[in-house]
Nanobody
Framework: QVRLVESGGGLVQAGGSLSLSCQASGRTFVTDTMGWFRQAPGKGRDFVAAITGLGDASEYANWVQGRFVMTRDKTRNTIHLQMNSLKPEDTAVYYC????????????????WGRGTQVTVSS
């Protein structure tokens, strides 16, 4: 059974940092693009970042503005999202996802999704 499980969410003050992780299991993901998306209350699901199967290239949403860094373990089945300089508008449920397509911001290209982890940034 394919599973993507996110962890690391929580409550942090504005300006603080959080590190999210996503463990993929159930099949090999070594060639899949892995991505992070987020969904704030009452809003759609937005692209955050994506990384290639080899972990050698990544793509970020424009609004990230250098505050987040996405990495991938050598096993390639675990990804991380280091989030710095967090703002209240970063409050959302963060989801990881896997795609056989190359790095893409299009959520419809992702085949597998985790259940999400809540990130809350207080002002």
């Amino acid at each position: 059974q394919v599973r993507l499980v996110e962890s690391g969410g929580g409550l942090v003050q504005a300006g603080g940092s959080l590190s999210l992780s996503c463990q993929a299991s159930g099949r090999t993901f070594v060639t899949d693009t892995m991505g992070w998306f987020r969904q704030a209350p009452g809003k759609g699901r937005d692209f955050v970042a994506a990384i290639t199967g080899l972990g050698d290239a990544s793509e970020y949403a424009n609004w990230v503005q250098g505050r987040f860094v996405m990495t991938r373990d050598k096993t390639r089945n675990t990804i991380h999202l280091q989030m710095n300089s967090l703002k209240p508008e970063d409050t959302a449920v963060y989801y990881c996802a896997a795609s056989i397509v190359g790095t893409t911001a299009d959520s419809s290209a992702y085949d597998y999704w985790g259940r999400g982890t809540q990130v809350t940034v207080s002002s």
